[in-house]
T-cell receptor, first 118, second 115 residues
C-alpha cells in the first residue's frame, strides 16, 4: 500500500480563489510528520508547511494551511487567495518515527500539478 | 536565500563517463544529507542517506557501486554517477537536515542527461 496518496494529478483554480489539494497517508507509527513542498518548473523543492502527529492545532503559514484530520489520516493543503505564481507541482510527504531519530527520511506522494488561471 | 547549494544544475555527458554532483549546506552543519532521484512528472524517490564520516545507507534497489556517495565533511556530500548510461538520465536532488527537529532543506537539483 502506498504511504502517501495524492489523488489529484492536476487541479485548476481561478486567481484569488482558494484551492484544496488532497493528501492521505498510511502509517502505523504514532509519531510522524507531514510536509507539503512546492516544486516550480525550475525544479527546486520549496518547503511550505509542516504538521506533527501530536500537534493539537492545524498548521498555518501565511496563505497556506493544513487541514489535518488524524482519524481519517488526511492532511490536505489549503491555499487561500491563489496567485499566478502558485502554479507548480505540489508534493505531500511523510516522515515516520520520532523527529529526533536517526532514521529521518521522507516518503513523497506523486504530486498534484496546480494551475492558477488569471 | 538558499541554505542548500547543489552544483551543477545541469550536466550533459557521454555514456561511460562519470559525473559528480555536489551538495553543500551553506550556513549550517548537516550530519545527514539525503539524495533523491526524480523522473519526469514523477515523485521523488529516496536513493540513499549520507552520514558524515560513515558509509551511506542505500535504499533497496539502488546500486551502491553505481551511485557513489561521499560525505567527507559536515557541509558537503557528493554523489558520483559512475559509468553513466542513458537510463541514468534523471533529475537528482539533495536535501539536508538542519538540527534534530528541523525540516529538510532541498538543493535546486541537477538535471543529468547521458547521451
Amino acid at each position: 500500500a502506498q504511504k502517501i496518496t495524492q489523488t489529484q494529478p492536476g487541479m485548476f483554480v481561478q486567481e484569488k480563489e482558494a484551492v484544496t489539494l488532497d493528501c492521505t497517508y498510511d502509517t502505523s507509527d504514532p509519531s510522524y510528520g507531514l510536509f507539503w513542498y512546492k516544486q516550480p518548473s525550475s525544479g527546486e523543492m520549496i518547503f511550505l508547511i509542516y504538521q506533527g502527529s501530536y500537534d493539537q492545532q492545524n498548521a498555518t503559514e501565511g496563505r497556506y494551511s493544513l487541514n489535518f484530520q488524524k482519524a481519517r489520516k488526511s492532511a490536505n493543503l489549503v491555499i487561500s487567495a491563489s496567485q499566478l505564481g502558485d502554479s507548480a507541482m505540489y508534493f505531500c510527504a511523510m516522515r515516520e518515527g520520532y523527529s529526533g531519530g536517526s532514521n529521518y527520511k521522507l516518503t513523497f506522494g506523486k504530486g498534484t500539478l496546480l494551475t492558477v488561471n488569471p | 536565500g538558499a541554505v542548500v547549494s547543489q552544483h551543477p544544475s545541469r550536466v550533459i555527458c557521454k555514456s561511460g563517463t562519470s559525473v559528480k554532483i555536489e551538495c553543500r549546506s551553506l550556513d549550517f552543519q548537516a550530519t545527514t544529507m539525503f539524495w533523491y532521484r526524480q523522473f519526469p512528472k514523477q515523485s521523488l524517490m529516496l536513493m540513499a542517506t549520507s552520514n558524515e564520516g560513515s558509509k551511506a545507507t542505500y535504499e533497496q534497489g539502488v546500486e551502491k557501486d553505481k551511485f557513489l556517495i561521499n560525505h567527507a565533511s559536515l557541509t558537503l556530500s557528493t554523489l558520483t554517477v559512475t559509468s553513466a548510461h542513458p537510463e541514468d538520465s534523471s533529475f537528482y536532488i539533495c536535501s539536508a537536515r538542519r538540527g534534530v527537529r528541523e525540516k529538510l532543506f532541498f538543493g535546486s537539483g541537477t538535471q543529468l542527461s547521458v547521451l
